[in-house]
DNA sequence: CTGAAAGCGCTTACAG
DNA sequence: CTGAAAGCGCTTACAG
């Protein structure tokens, strides 16, 4: 199986290689006999252009990263899923890069930036904090989805988010208006400006409106995985015990701690009720169905590739979109 | 932020390309003061190779290419998240391609193949089919993971697996020995030579084994998702309802099937047993918790992993290598 | 509408 | 140990 090059193609066309680009590019310049006959030739090989020397050329149409933090994170896989869907009818071309949740997504913009030629970036799953000045020199597109960059300080970086802060209050709210007083809730460091830590904002929000004031030694900080949500789960459970619900700032985390309720005897939802967030498919399947704010994937990923593609091809400055989240009350919750 | 390339480089170090190219590629021809002068510019203008002008100059390094059929399938996703684990001694470079479930694996490949110059392949979540033919001609090293390629007729394709007949069959006999009868078969196809065909085969070698005969009426085509599983199960169990047994050929169709169950009142274990195949994290945290048939995602990797580099680095023909699954008999089974 | 030629950034024989 | 030069496969002004 030879491995035809556009010169291949051109010499059996009876051609310049010159041609053969103009029509491997659908350029409207060439003569449509000349066209269907290296069609047909390239057909006949199965020719397919070289990425690498394509990519070389610089000055063809724009190549965008897509770098998704969180490889294994079914909300964030979905999203990315769906972001490429919406990429289809863009001009530029897009490169996805999954990294693992530890990983660093300025560093791996920096290494696609040099070693791509990329002109745009997309990051899902981000946390924005000082790394992110990494990129502070990059005048090229960038835009975050699932966290708002509004506080970022980054020139060009636009953002498509849910309100997290408000989110955060209203799952907390959910709970107080039941009538819950001890509440735990799961989540991360909070002491940033991302998304969790707004979400953490947002709880002390809705106590703050009840007359009450959140409980700080009911903050778990957990790793985002079942295991991780269920160690930590039953270690805060053998000590405060008398918890009556839980917000957890993913479903994932969610689904581990119910695990473990659930092991150390405590019914979800009679005993104690659980709310996560995200709104994946999993925890609709999950027993009990879990009550979770969704997040809105489809309008996150429209937005997404629109913002970008604003910045892109028409040069609009970059913005700060929020989408609506929605509150799913189901099984868990009482 | 200016992006650098080799003859910057060059230029300011005040050697030629060539020397930069040998500190790049840390050959040893150059001498120690040189390569340190070369090294500090480097590094004070975080240069980075650009990877399309080195991947035009084939003769580089082996060039490996991990295509990933089943983006959003949890145990594919672990099992390339370990194969790219034990990547990391490799001499060969590796790039990944997440695909969809939907996605021609094949036809990606012979992308891959010309547009990038890859030499090598390994493919997770194949099913080989008259499709592989397409890479009949292909004298490169390819290794399939999870499945068999020993009937496939490829001449350079080395597969990892576990025994799926065997396997399928263990788990129908775990559910015969329990004294279940009526049982149900959740899988997809079974008329090719693909790992779930071979399951299907081994569920009948169980009833065979046991003097009786698997009821065909009780095998269940579904999509492979929760949702696909879920509305499959409705709908069976509508019609079949005396089924007291579910072997599902993935966890997921087992979690899916699970939910039906309970949403229709029939209880997991007391009223119906399901064993699933995998043995994904989430199986090991759902409610009930998940018997299953877990694939040794680790030892895959390390195998699919070994095969590939043994081929491409030592010229050993390809092998055919079976791994051990095990039995996970958790609450889901009675 | 078509082609000859330069050049993208790198690697690699080939000389020295 | 080091460098000048050719070339990887493509794209794109520039001519015609």
Do not use: W
């Not at 989805?145 to 309100?163: E, F, K, N, R, Y």
């Not at 208006?177 to 830590?197: P, W, Y």
């Not at 967030?277 to 999950?286: A, I, L, R, V």
């Amino acid at each position: 199986m030879k491995i035809y090059t556009i010169k291949d193609i051109a010499q059996k066309a009876g051609v310049s290689v010159t041609t053969v680009s103009r029509v491997l590019n659908h350029r409207p310049d060439v003569n449509r006999e000349t066209r269907e006959k290296v069609e047909r030739v390239m057909a006949a090989c199965h020719f397919v252009g070289n990425a690498n020397a394509r990519g070389l050329k610089q000055t063809e149409g724009d190549l965008v990263a897509i770098i998704v933090r969180g490889h294994q994170n079914p909300f964030l896989n979905a999203l990315a899923e769906s972001i490429l869907q919406h990429t289809k009818d863009c001009r530029a071309t897009f490169l996805t890069e999954f990294i693992d949740e530890k990983a660093d997504e300025f560093q791996t913009a920096l290494r696609l930036l040099h070693e791509r030629r990329v002109n745009g970036f997309i990051f899902v799953g981000s946390r924005i904090d000082q790394r992110a000045h990494e990129l502070s020199g990059l005048d090229l597109p960038m835009v975050f989805t699932t966290v708002s960059a509004q506080q970022a300080g980054l020139p060009s970086a636009a953002s498509v988010a849910i309100d997290d802060r408000a989110m955060g209050r209203l799952a907390a709210q959910v709970l107080l208006e039941r009538g819950h007083r001890k509440i735990a809730v799961f989540g991360a460091s909070r002491t940033g400006s991302d998304s969790l830590s707004l979400r953490y904002l947002g709880v002390r929000d809705a106590f703050t409106a009840a007359g009450l004031s959140f409980d700080e030694s009911r903050y778990v900080e957990t790793r985002f995985s079942l295991r991780g949500a269920y160690d930590s789960a039953r270690a805060f459970f053998a000590v405060k015990g008398d918890t009556t619900a839980v917000f957890a700032m993913s479903d994932t985390v969610a689904m581990g701690v119910c695990r473990a309720l659930s092991d150390i005897g405590r019914r979800v939802p009679e005993d104690v009720s659980v709310i996560g967030f995200d709104g994946t498919e999993m925890g609709k399947y999950y027993t009990p169905r879990l009550s979770t704010i969704e997040q809105p994937i489809e309008e996150l990923a429209s937005q997404t590739v629109l913002v970008l593609t604003d910045m892109l091809e028409h040069g609009v400055p970059p913005r700060h979109v929020t989408v609506e989240a929605t509150l799913r009350l189901r099984e868990s919750v009482l």
